[in-house]
């Protein structure tokens, strides 16, 4: 069982970063995948960006392509979501996910693990 605990939400302006953390209880090394996603009020949780443990390759959704960065940190066993640039329409609560089998690693329904959850606040 892996229990996943985001931190670093808050309200920023327009333009400004954030950098959202979530820290795993087991190796982040042992993962398949890992993901953060994003749910608006009254719209569908959304995939922001994926990492995949074995090669390190990530995967952006168009609106953060360029602005978001996603990264894990093995000795930390921490994943990381550095968000530059953010807009008001990043406004989200934002989850961080985690798959230890194979799978598609791109709708919710693949992660098997997720944290509570981190608001993030852009103001215009």
């Known amino acids: 069982q892996v229990q996943l605990v985001e931190s670093g939400g808050g309200s920023v302006p327009a333009g400004g970063s954030l950098t959202l953390s979530c820290a795993a209880t087991d190796r982040t090394d042992s993962t398949y995948c890992m993901a953060w996603f994003r749910q608006a009020p009254g719209k569908d949780r959304e995939e922001v960006a994926t990492?995949?443990?074995?090669?390190?390759?990530?995967y952006y959704g168009d609106s953060v392509k360029g602005r978001f960065t996603i990264s894990q940190d093995h000795n930390k066993n921490t994943l990381v979501l550095q968000m530059n640039s953010l807009r008001p329409e990043d406004t989200a609560t934002y989850y961080c996910?985690?798959?230890?089998?194979?799978?598609?690693?791109?709708?919710?329904?693949?992660?098997?693990?997720w944290g509570q959850g981190a608001q993030v606040t852009v103001s215009s």
């Open positions: 996910a985690a798959e230890l089998n194979p799978s598609g690693c791109h709708v919710a329904i693949d992660f098997g693990y």
């Open positions: 990492i995949y443990t074995d090669d390190g390759r990530t």
